[in-house]
C-alpha cells in the first residue's frame, strides 16, 4: 500500500506501508490521514529512508490524537 503525501510547497513524498506486518498500525495511520489529523503540521525531523517525525506547525505542540494503539513490531 502506499499514501502519497503533498506539501504545501507543491513537492510530494511517498510512504510505502505494509498493512500485513502492521495492520493496526497502518489503519490507524490512514484513518488520522482521512480525518485531516496531519493536515497544518510540520516535519522537524527527517532522516531519508529511516523516520519522520512531526509535531505542530510552530513546534510547540505535542499534537495527539487523544488516543492510543497497541505496539505491533515486525
Sequence with gaps: MKVILK??????MLFKLF????????????SLID???YDGLSFHR???D???QGGSE???CMCR?????SGEFA
Design 7 to 12: 506539501m504545501k510547497d507543491g513537492s510530494e
Design 19 to 30: 498493512p500485513e506486518k502492521a495492520p493496526i498500525t497502518v489503519s490507524n495511520f490512514v
Design 35 to 37: 480525518k485531516g489529523f
Design 46 to 48: 527527517v532522516v531519508k
Design 50 to 52: 529511516y523516520v519522520i
Design 58 to 60: 510552530d513546534n510547540t
Design 65 to 69: 490524537p487523544g488516543f492510543t494503539i
